[in-house]
Nanobody, 125 residues
Framework: QVQLVESGGGSVQAGGSLKLSCAAS????????MGWFRQAPGKEREFAAA????????YYADSVKGRFTISRDNAKNTVYLQMSSLKPEDTAEYYC??????????????????WGQGTQVTVSS
């Protein structure tokens, strides 16, 4: 079992920044891929970013590329999502997820085994 707890969400004006954190517990953290997904009201949950176990490989959705940065600190069992140049369309519940399978970071929801409860990000214009 892996427990994931997100934090850092909030309200910000367009153009602003936020940094999300996701603390993991339950299994060794440095062996699984971590991802961030988001879900806006009335929409499907969508991929935002992912990072491999060592932190050396990252993968972004086109919609956030160049604005968001995913990173991880394996000593702290934590993954981060630094979000900059935020837009109103970034408003969503943000979830971190853990993929215990070996392989490159994935954008597919079904490949992730554990999910956090989410943290709300609201961007006003």
């Amino acid at each position: 079992q892996v427990q994931l707890v997100e934090s850092g969400g909030g309200s910000v004006q367009a153009g602003g920044s936020l940094k999300l954190s996701c603390a993991a517990s339950g299994r060794p953290f440095n062996v699984y891929t971590m991802g961030w997904f988001r879900q806006a009201p009335g929409k499907e949950r969508e991929f935002a970013a992912a990072i491999n176990p060592s932190g050396g490989i990252t993968y972004y959705a086109d919609s956030v590329k160049g604005r968001f940065t995913i990173s991880r600190d394996n000593a702290k069992n934590t993954v981060y999502l630094q979000m900059s140049s935020l837009k109103p369309e970034d408003t969503a519940e943000y979830y971190c997820a853990a993929d215990l399978n070996v392989g490159s970071p994935s954008s597919k929801k079904y490949e992730y085994d554990y999910w956090g409860q989410g943290t709300q990000v609201t961007v006003s214009s």
